[in-house]
């Protein structure tokens, strides 16, 4: 049976800024709405996140290519791609809040006819009518600011894979059906934000177009959502906290015939995670339109000629990362002390082994100092020698090490050491010279979440 939750966004928010995860940007100047700053634990979370990422689109498979595009892309980009005349969502202003909000989310933002929220008013809200607002950040290049220098901080990173299909049949020897993947920072100048990293302005997407010929689409899409609800669940998520949600017709965009959300159960609630989209032949006829350029890929065995259909697997490594770590948070109690853990899965903790001497003297440091420099060397580690040994150790579950070295009396005489862990709490005793193959096991070896229960 499961264990129950005991996370709230409010724990995640404290422990990410108590243990170094994510901090509020600019906070010395009073902070910047919905945006944040990683510090180091994230960014090690984060890039264990995004390289289990490009392992499993381009390491495990033969069919995937992987592409860096520029955030800034020529303004005909957004023409062709539709988000410059309907990228939008749309705004009211409330008179008596004073505040924006999307008119079609009043009743999450607690606004529209109720009363405010705002500390010391009580008048309900008046709400102008609404209007379409573009999300796309708008700037200028060159110089001087003059017509036909605006230019827009890309909303996805999509566009940049389909003006470099032509480049990719050229030089990757690739034919459909095969992908290019990318992960970049995406800007999306949103009304509402909320809920910590999960609705930023500014956030990073790990995308995939999958280029295929127009029969095909169909099976391919199901095997992407096979796949990518797999990669979660490979790397710890529960599966009773995830859900595959189809689309509505009245949901879907004007380009896709079919897509489905991976959703995860946040403490506020269902939400996506992910998006797969068939997006059809559109943005490839789009570009070959606008652009002039032929777009076609020819088969040289059938002779046929056809514009591809795009399968496209959307997730954000922000919101990938927050769902780690929510379904990873829990506490317990170890000989009635209270104890906070991030049971992540081991490929996915920024640190994977700590390196703690038990006393600071009678030369434990100095070989603490030895195991840590040769493990630092096969994975990410660390080493602590301040403090008492089990503050230490709370420390590290709380970041979510799932193993810690004691060096204590009896390393001195027989060059053996404690390799606690941090789930099962069991301790083995492993010979110095055998430690970093007995942690690369460990790392290979499969996992499944304690929370899962027996």
Wanted: glycine share 8%.
């Amino acid at each position: 049976m499961a264990v129950a939750d005991v996370v709230t966004m409010d724990k995640i928010v404290s422990l990410s800024k108590r243990r170094g995860f994510v901090f509020p940007s600019s906070e010395i100047y009073g902070g910047l709405g919905s945006s944040y700053d990683y510090g180091h634990y994230g960014v090690l979370l984060k890039n264990n996140v995004k390289g289990q990422w490009w392992r499993a689109m381009l390491q495990e498979r033969d069919d995937i290519v992987a592409l860096d595009s520029a955030i800034i892309q020529h303004p005909a980009t957004w023409v062709a791609s539709g988000h410059l005349a309907g990228f939008t969502d749309p705004l009211v202003d409330c008179r008596t809040c004073k505040l924006r909000f999307r008119a079609d989310k009043l009743e999450e933002e607690q606004c529209g006819r109720k009363p405010s929220k705002h500390p010391g008013e009580t008048p309900e809200c008046d709400l102008t009518e609404a209007r379409a607002f573009n999300l796309m950040f708008e700037t200028t290049i060159g110089p001087v600011k003059e017509e036909g220098s605006t230019v827009y901080l890309r909303p996805e990173t999509a566009q940049g894979i389909f003006l470099n299909f032509k480049n990719y049949l050229q030089f990757s020897r690739k034919k459909p059906p095969f992908g290019i993947a990318q992960i970049g920072k995406s800007f999306r100048n949103e009304i509402t934000t909320g809920n910590f990293i999960f609705r930023t302005r500014e956030f990073e997407q790990m995308e995939m177009e999958f280029f295929v010929p127009p029969p095909e689409a169909q099976s391919w899409f199901e095997h992407w959502l096979e796949q990518r609800m797999d990669w979660y669940v490979n790397l710890g998520i529960r599966t009773d906290h995830l859900r595959l949600r189809p689309h509505t017709p009245d949901e879907l965009s004007h380009y896709s015939s079919a897509t489905s959300d991976i959703e995860y159960l946040f403490p506020i609630g269902w939400s996506e995670l992910e998006g797969i989209a068939n997006r059809g032949d559109f943005d490839l006829t789009q570009h070959a339109k606008h652009s002039g350029q032929n777009l076609e890929y020819f088969d040289t065995v059938t002779q046929d000629r056809y514009i591809p259909h795009v399968i496209e697997p959307a997730a954000g490594a922000d919101r990938a990362l927050l769902a780690f770590m929510v379904d990873a948070y829990d506490e317990d109690e170890i000989e009635g002390e209270g104890r906070t853990v991030l049971r992540l899965h081991p490929l996915l903790a920024p640190v994977k082994v700590a390196v703690l001497p038990l006393v600071r003297k009678d030369g434990q440091p100095e070989l603490a100092g030895e195991v840590y420099r040769a493990l630092r060397e096969r994975v990410q580690a660390e080493y602590d020698e301040g403090g008492a040994i089990g503050r230490r150790y709370r420390r590290q579950d709380e970041i979510g090490t799932p193993w810690a070295i004691t060096i204590d009396h009896q390393s001195l005489e027989d060059r053996t050491v404690t390799v606690r862990d941090r789930d099962s709490l069991a301790q083995d005793r492993v010979s110095i010279d055998a430690l970093g193959d007995e942690i690369e096991r460990r790392l290979r070896a499969p996992w499944r979440s304690p929370k899962l229960g027996a």
